[in-house]
């Protein structure tokens, strides 16, 4: 294994299925420079400005370009900056991309990848620190990632490239810099819809994904101090998501929460319990919680951004609270 | 010599050219004037966007097209497929819905593609087709085609946001693109120029750097030749070029739109510019027989009726193929 960080482990796997498909190409503002996080460091020197287009702030275009590059046979990874910014691009993302396979009764191949680095980024106020990942998972014709570690990032980016469906690819953004490591040699791609098995446990089963992992594990290791030890899943893919694992989890423990960084009101997170109970029966779950944001765009001064945020105590309360 | 359209005879001198052109506007004519009694008769489910007038548009640019350039275009589409190539009985089928349509019946008449032909395919947003174009001219630049994109809209696409973007991007990147804004004067059912500001279409794209020329959109010669001398401009690596076609659209926005607002003068005076007469007229006057001449009509007659024909009898699509092309990784099913 090598030491790495997860914006690393990003560029290396761009860089990987690049040198192995010369019809890869990147598309998106400022990414000639290495783009805003240093994603695409590098890169320009290596492959020049036909497959590493920095492009004007134009986001409507920027995807749906994209689009249209694959529908003539290439493979463009469209760099939306920031998710917040997808607003902008939401004609040729939700009508064009995501239908045109169907709505064309299969002729089109819309094979792009979508990374939209999203989540909080401390004190950057409600334009830039959304998390709205569930919007996607409501809409047919995509797939929906969210990586919450370098390995993962690396081997779901792989993964996406590859596929001939468009991906929808959230970076989190608050652990561009967390460390971590990858494989050595070659990266190997990692399927959509398989959970990790992040922490073993009997006494509840925790679901959850991106940026708000290691919270959640942090606070996983910390019940397990208490002798609580809680059965923990990362989805890393949220459209199609491992149903199988988190059910055979359920099935065991009866206890189900599931904690996400996005808005409580309307997140996947409801949409998990709902799939479960449908599954297992209501009998089969004792309780099932959630726990995400309150519903409030997310604020700029420090102390109110932490009323946002999901800390390691507040995973741990809603999992004592879910045992009761 | 100067034709009855006013245009110097240079370009049309082929009288095969002339009378193919002649039979793709009269296909598309009498492909819709078909596809209109059928949604009359109830037999064509949805929105139909009919485009009686402006048929020397598609007919004159794709005249100039190879087989594997590329073509955008938007919900009053059917003219830019037929001229593209697509086959008119499959479009019959997908206008009707039903299996073996271009779609199977999954997008129908504001979504008619033929990417076998090229046609990328119709789109049900304005000006949704712009950055498609754009991105299109870029992969096939990457790809090191030689084959162009020709991105066919409306006056309304130009007071949109991709229409600054697309024009911007391909003249940055020097894309091999045609601009085509069909200037009908009419977005939806409101007058373009209540609703635009500025000189129009031509100005805009020669102020962001996409030269463009306005011409007589109902002049089938002159959209025909400036759509040969461009589309060799853009072939040649000379970056993007717009055409702004001027032209009227005779019937309302969908099949069932009266567009009752309209003075009925305007309209009857649009009628006496009608491309095909036109056309006809100078085919006439270059010795083709009349025979011949209805000899194109009644062909083409005879293969939108049997087209009509051979779709309202056809299936409707399987029922499980309401799940078929959503997506590989998390489709669902049935």
């Known amino acids: ?324 | 010599m100067a034709t009855p359209g006013g245009t110097p005879a240079a370009a049309g001198d082929n009288l095969k050219r002339l009378t193919d052109l002649y039979r793709t506007m009269v296909r598309i004519r009498t492909f819709e004037e078909t596809a209109l009694e059928a949604y009359k008769a109830g037999e064509i489910p949805g929105p139909l966007h009919v485009s009686f007038g402006q048929e020397a548009i598609p007919a004159g640019v794709c005249a100039s097209l190879r087989h594997d350039d590329r073509l955008t275009s938007n919900h009053r589409g059917h003219g830019h497929a037929l001229a593209k190539g697509a086959d008119a009985a499959t479009m019959y089928l997908e206008l009707y819905g039903r299996e073996g349509g271009y779609c199977n019946g999954k997008g129908g008449s504001m979504h008619i593609a033929d990417f076998s032909v090229g046609m990328l395919g119709a789109n049900g947003v304005v000006a949704g087709g712009l950055p498609i174009a754009v991105g299109a001219a870029q992969g096939l630049k990457l790809l090191k085609s030689d084959a162009i994109v020709v991105c066919m809209f409306g006056d309304g696409a130009t007071n949109r946001g991709p229409f600054l973007e697309a024009l911007n991007w391909a003249a940055i990147y020097s894309l091999p693109v045609l601009f085509v804004c069909e200037d009908n004067g009419v977005a939806a059912h409101t007058e373009t120029r209540t609703v635009t500001a500025g000189e129009g279409p031509a100005a805009r794209a020669n102020a962001i750097g996409v030269p463009a020329v306005s011409i007589d959109g109902n002049d089938p010669l002159t959209v025909e030749e400036t759509a040969a001398r461009l589309i060799g401009e853009v072939r040649g690596g000379g970056g993007p070029r717009m055409i702004h076609a001027r032209t009227y659209r005779w019937s309302g926005h969908t099949a069932t739109d009266a567009a009752a607002w309209r003075d009925p003068k305007q309209v009857e005076a649009a009628k006496t510019r009608c491309p095909i007469a036109r056309l006809k007229a100078v085919l006439i006057e270059r010795g083709l027989a009349p025979a011949m001449l209805d000899e194109i009509a009644n062909a083409a007659r005879t293969e939108m009726l049997a087209g009509r024909a051979a779709a309202n009898a056809a299936p409707w699509p399987s029922l499980a193929s309401a799940f078929d092309d959503v997506q590989d990784a998390g489709a669902v099913h049935g």
């Open chain 1, 1 to 324: 294994m090598a030491e790495t960080t997860l914006v690393e482990a990003g560029r290396l796997a761009v860089l990987q299925e690049m040198r192995r498909d010369p019809t890869v190409w990147v598309l998106g503002e400022d990414v000639g420079r290495g783009g805003l996080w240093g994603q695409y460091r590098g890169m320009l020197e290596e492959f020049g400005a036909t497959r590493i287009v920095s492009t004007p702030i134009a986001e409507s275009t920027i995807m749906g370009a994209g689009l249209g590059a694959a529908l003539v046979g290439t493979r463009p990874i469209i760099e939306m900056r920031m998710f917040d910014f997808v607003m902008c691009a939401m004609d040729e993302l939700v009508n064009q991309i995501a239908k045109v396979r169907y709505m064309f009764g299969g002729q089109a191949k819309p094979a792009v990848v979508v990374r939209m680095p999203h989540g909080m980024w401390r004190n950057s106020a409600a334009q830039h620190s959304q998390m709205l990942e569930a919007w996607f998972a409501h809409l047919p014709g995509v797939v929906v990632v969210a990586p919450s570690n370098a390995e993962d990032e690396a081997g779901l980016l792989v993964s996406a490239i590859r596929s001939d469906d468009p991906v929808l690819f959230f970076d989190p953004k608050d652990l561009w810099t967390a460390p971590g490591q990858i494989a050595d040699g070659e990266i190997a791609p990692i399927p959509f819809g398989k959970a990790r098995h992040a922490r073993q446990g009997d006494a509840l089963t925790i679901v959850t994904w991106s940026a708000i992992v290691p919270n959640v594990l942090t606070a996983a290791d910390q019940l397990a101090s208490e002798g609580i030890k809680a059965d923990v899943f990362d989805l890393r893919t949220i459209w199609p998501w491992d149903q199988d694992a988190v059910a055979a989890s359920l099935k065991r423990t009866g206890r189900l929460l599931v904690v996400h960084e996005a808005v409580e009101v309307g997140g996947f997170g409801a949409e998990i319990i709902a799939a479960m109970i449908d599954r297992l029966g209501p009998s089969a779950i004792k309780v099932a919680k959630r726990l995400g944001a309150p519903r409030i765009p997310v604020p700029f001064a420090p102390p109110l951004e932490d009323e946002v945020r999901i800390s390691p105590a507040k995973v741990v309360a809603a999992a004592k609270a879910a045992l009761k």
